[in-house]
């Protein structure tokens, strides 16, 4: 790329800028700032002189009438000395839009009390948005219970397999580990007092009532339910879901139900996964560690662990689903016609949906203490 | 002198051939359309010349650097020296619309946070934007600020080459008469060298110096407007044929 230089020279209370080479974008960065900051203090006259310039871009005829305008603002006279007229052509386009007055204006800062108001307002308005979402919810499962061959079967079992049986092997492995490392730093402790065989109580009621369940719906929290945010959310982005309404084919029944329905099914039976593959990897802990054998593991299990904490932990699973699913879909929802807030929510859907996994699971607990189950 | 040479090149997406040997060339100064019926591979020729996709035989070359075997410091000295507008704008959606012109100019140059600003500014105008649009982000502007938004980004560089994928569709007719009278005036004055994909009959008739028409996998035609219409192809027939 060849460069250009400025020769200036200042005699007699004229300063002389002399021009050279091709002055471009990236040429001019040399003596751009300099220039700027020159104070035309004692100057009676500028030249510029263009004559020895190959090429001139319009950054450079920016930078040109920028001086023509700061001298002309001093009253100081400016002679352009230049032959080419295709110059004098890029300068005079230049010249015609360019204005040096008015700055870009900028978004108006908000006080602070207008930023909690529109924080407020925002949060209200989104949980508004939320109940909304959950009554159309509820008047499309009710129309569509009541016409069973109206739903869509395909979809479930496509569903069905998308977002919970291909999650099979994350939660195996996931509580197989959970259920290895829980017995490995309990086996310790029981150890101290000799109470190897109370492993067995402890990792069945834990496992099967709060862990295999949380373990599963964190899982899939992560899993299937950012994938239903992004997804729904870039199909609002490419208007498949206005595609979709004004063909009246009703988004709710074709995107929205199957997904909750899948996922609700599924659960209880990835619970269950999770379950006994939890169990296997604190049974491996206790022979290796405390020396109880598979048979008086599963024998004690059978005598100290109450069915009921089975069930417990298999009938949190659809009340998790519908939670993760509903929160995944709404999200997705409530995706704006740009790409950052697929990010921004699908982040919020998987910590809202754990959130709420959470609470449900302690509202269980509270409950079925109180009942005394 | 040819900007661009295009030899023989083949293109082929999995079984079906899209090019099957295109020649053409781009002079510079020149406003060039690569024109078709709809799913020939102009836009996926315009994408291989920016080198966003493979091609898979011939040779590209573009500002004198061939593009299949270019390094990729060359190909990056090449980047800064085209502008390409998408068909949609593709603007950058965490930044405003003069964020957006600037990005270019603060990555790139070295120049002063106020020069930056008044090119940004004198970019903005250029395109037929007004300042207060300036400080908007693209989710809040109309497709046909995308576009002129898009120009003014493709052109912040002051390139000496620029790549328009159909840049007056989406624009109403007033609009794109102004985008047309743009176009030719940014040629005029600052020598650029113009290829677009274009399918607007007016626009193609009013900016474009040669045309090269893709159809049946090769080049059916490349020249001026004059002569066009005595090929003998169905697509020139029907498309040119009121105009004639």
């Known amino acids: 790329m060849k460069n250009s230089y400025l020769l200036s020279d200042f005699t007699k209370n004229t300063l002389s800028l002399n021009f050279q080479g091709e002055l471009t974008l990236c040429t001019i960065t040399s003596f751009q700032k300099e220039l700027e900051k020159l104070s035309y203090n004692d100057v009676v006259k500028i030249v510029i002189n263009l004559n020895d310039v190959s090429y001139i871009d319009t950054a450079a005829a920016i930078l040109i009438s920028k001086i023509r305008y700061k001298a002309n603002t001093q009253k100081i006279p400016v002679e352009l000395v230049c032959e080419n007229g295709n110059f004098l052509k890029t300068i005079q386009l230049v010249e015609n839009k360019v204005d040096f007055k008015t700055p870009i204006p900028h978004t108006q800062t908000l006080t602070f009390l207008e930023k909690t108001g529109y924080i407020f307002s925002e949060y209200y308005r989104g949980f508004v948005a939320f109940i909304a979402f959950f009554g159309e919810l509820f008047v499309t499962k009710f129309r569509y219970l009541t016409s069973l061959h109206k739903i869509r079967y395909k979809e479930i079992f496509f569903e069905m397999n998308e977002s919970a049986l291909k999650a099979l092997g994350i939660i195996a492995l996931t509580s197989f580990l959970i259920g290895l490392v829980v017995a490995y730093q309990s086996a310790y402790q029981l150890k101290l007092y000799g109470a190897n065989i109370f492993i067995v109580d402890m990792l069945g009621i834990s496992i099967f009532r709060e862990l295999a369940p949380l373990i599963t719906a964190i899982v899939i929290a992560g899993r299937s339910g950012s994938s239903y945010t992004a997804q729904i959310g870039a199909m609002k982005i490419t208007q498949e879901i206005d595609a979709m309404r004004t063909m009246g084919f009703e988004p709710f029944a074709f995107l929205v139900l199957p997904r909750i329905i899948a996922l609700m099914i599924t659960m209880p039976l990835l619970i269950f996964v999770a379950d006994m593959m939890a169990i296997f990897g604190g049974m491996i802990v206790a022979n290796i560690d405390l020396h109880i054998t598979p048979q008086l593991f599963i024998d004690r299990l059978n005598e100290v662990v109450a069915a009921k904490h089975f069930f417990i932990g298999l009938i949190k699973g659809p009340f998790f689903a519908f939670l993760i699913a509903t929160i995944g879909i709404y999200r997705g929802l409530m995706v704006k016609d740009d790409t950052q807030s697929i990010g921004f929510n699908t982040t919020k859907s998987v910590v809202e949906s754990i959130f709420a996994v959470i609470v449900c699971d302690a509202v269980f607990s509270i409950a079925f203490t109180n009942l005394g189950i | ?244």
């Open chain 2, 1 to 244: 002198m040819a900007l661009i040479e295009v030899k023989n090149v083949q293109t082929v997406f999995g079984s079906k051939v899209v090019h099957n040997g295109l020649n053409l060339h781009i002079n510079e100064g020149e406003i060039y359309g690569l024109l078709g019926p709809s799913g020939c591979g102009k836009t996926t020729l315009l994408r291989e010349m920016v080198m966003l996709q493979e091609f898979h035989g011939g040779s590209i070359e573009v500002l004198g650097k061939k593009i299949e075997s270019i390094s990729e410091r060359d190909a990056q000295e090449l980047r800064q020296r085209w502008g390409v507008l998408f068909q949609f704008g593709a603007l950058f959606s965490s930044l405003t619309i003069a964020e957006n012109i600037a990005l270019p100019l603060k990555e790139y140059t070295k120049l002063s946070k106020d020069m930056i600003e008044t090119i940004v500014k004198f970019k903005i105008k250029l395109v037929g934007l007004q300042y207060s649009d300036a400080h908007l982000y693209p989710s809040e502007i109309s497709g046909g600020m995308k576009k002129k938004a898009g120009l003014a980004r493709a052109l912040a560089m002051d390139p000496k080459l620029l790549f328009l994928d159909e840049p007056t569709s989406g624009l109403d007719p007033i609009s794109a008469r102004e985008f047309d009278r743009l176009i030719l005036q940014l040629r005029d004055m600052l020598g650029l060298t113009i290829v677009m994909v274009s399918h607007d009959l007016q626009s193609i008739y009013d900016t474009l110096d040669r045309v090269a028409i893709i159809d049946n996998k090769k080049i059916a035609y490349e020249g001026t407007l004059d002569e066009v219409t005595s090929v003998k192809s169905d697509f020139i027939q029907t498309f040119f044929k009121e105009h004639a």
